[in-house]
């Protein structure tokens, strides 16, 4: 097309009937920068193809507003009707609200019909030649899943001999942020809509009206309880509560354990499962910041086997957001560890921990930011040990590379420096040679895709496993997923991925829902 790249496969899923957001690369990628900033006529400082993604949200009308307006003015620019961090807006007199106080809104299109529900557009994108969902919500939500497991409980099984069994009923309440939860009545999972993050009062209040609007819309009276480890989520103590209050008994479920468990639920794999989860962040069995982990899975079983090194992390969870002290945590791990490729004896060490080779990309731009400020801050802190925390982070590693190479030193929006810095790789892919940054860009994606085929070789050799589900926020990455998928396939692995639940901490309820029924069926 005229502004992106189409195949059949994304061609069709445009098309469907639920209308999704579809991430399209598109046409502007091929065209040098220089090229790109004589189309736009805008001047050379204003414009960099290398600071915006490659890919675009895209969609077709799906209401007859949008025909409408379509009908007029297209391609037409759209964004959700909130604020930050805030539910969506569905009451027209909000919506004047927020026009008074924001003057930069000329003006409100409205219809008589009522919203009953918030739900947001779902998001996929296409990968490894077939959909995946990013954002599962509208057209999807809560169309159910299927799970193969015997999902009456042992004491059911007991109590109900000769009889048909009554069916387990769960809540898995979901993760903090990304949040969905999932009711299960049977072998069906029922995922909710997508919520975002849990932490306002307003997106807690609408989470606890939909988990009592879906119980009676399914008829559904959970009798467990599911939820992740952290102590201090929302969905903990929610679950906590719900469980206490209703006598009911609740599993906790380790979070990247629940990612690699909605991946054995989708494609119904049994046997042992090599477990690979990699994200921005999640609670571990040891207190610490977990999110570069391998693990070994049967069942409700998971067994943590390896993970990248810990790291001590300036800055808790501002370091989410500013890349540069996720980078000078890096620079001062790198000074004080061991500088080449390296991981603990495998053979006596369980887990062992992965230490990368990261020091070409360190001395690229090592010097450009300890001239920042913050680094006279932060660098001392490190040392003495103040604000730190253990992590084992691949997303603040990608992070950390992004503003070592000077791709972006701060997420302005979620997941922006990861996201240019698999621009970056692509770009390298297209011109090698051209911008060392994006050569260092694309070596390191490589080398994290050695890594992960490295570390399932070990875990086949010691477990006689082949099945490695990938899951975790990381993998939207798509030239690390197409990477990792084409090496392990042909070194003779099984990889399987998310498909109907995103791979990000969408997908984690219908991970907890798939080792509480298979806890409760032992």
Known sequence: ????????????????????????????????????????????????????????????????????????????????????????????????????????????????????????????????????????????????LFVNADSSSADERKTNAGSTPAPLQILAAGPQLKNSFALTKGNFVYMSQFFGDMDTIENQNIYEENVDRLKDLFRIKPNAVVCDMHPLYFTTQFAEKHAADNDLPLIKVQHHHAHVASVMAENDLTGKVIGVSFDGTGYGTDGNIWGGEFFLCEGADAERIAHLRYVDMIGGDSSVKDAVRS?????????????????????????????????????????????????????????????????????????????????????SSEGQCAILLEDAAAFAQKHPGKRKECDLALSFHERIIDMIVEQCQIARDKYGAEQVALTGGTFQNRILMEGVLEKLRADGFKPYYNISVSPNDGGIALGQAYVAMHSFNK
């Open 1 to 144: 097309g005229d502004f992106f790249h189409v195949d059949p496969v994304e061609e069709k899923l445009l098309s469907s009937s639920a209308r999704p957001i579809l991430l399209l690369e598109h046409t502007l990628t091929d065209i040098d920068p220089a090229a790109c900033r004589s189309a736009y006529n805008r001047a050379s400082a204003d414009f960099d193809e290398l600071k915006r993604s490659r890919f675009i949200g895209s969609f077709l009308p799906s209401f007859a507003a949008q025909y409408m307006l379509l009908d007029r003015i297209s391609p037409l620019i759209f964004t959700s009707a909130n604020l930050s961090d805030m539910p969506m807006i569905i009451d027209d007199d909000e919506a004047s609200e927020m026009m008074d106080k924001h003057p930069e809104i000329d003006g409100m299109i409205y219809n008589l019909r009522q919203i009953r529900v918030r739900v947001d557009d779902s998001v996929t994108r296409v990968i490894d030649g077939q959909p995946q969902m990013i954002r599962r919500s509208k057209g999807y939500a809560p169309v159910p």
């Open 327 to 411: 980078a000078l945590s890096y620079i001062h791990a790198y000074d004080n560890t061991a500088t080449s490729n390296s991981v603990d004896d495998p053979a006596n060490n369980n887990p062992h921990s992965i230490t990368l080779d990261l020091s070409d990309i360190i001395e690229y731009g090592r010097e450009r930011l300890l001239s920042k400020p913050e680094a006279k801050l932060v660098m001392p802190a490190l040392k003495a040990g103040i604000n730190t925390v253990k992590s084992s982070s691949m997303g603040r590693l990608f992070d950390a590379v992004s503003a070592l190479l000077g791709i972006c030193d701060y997420n």
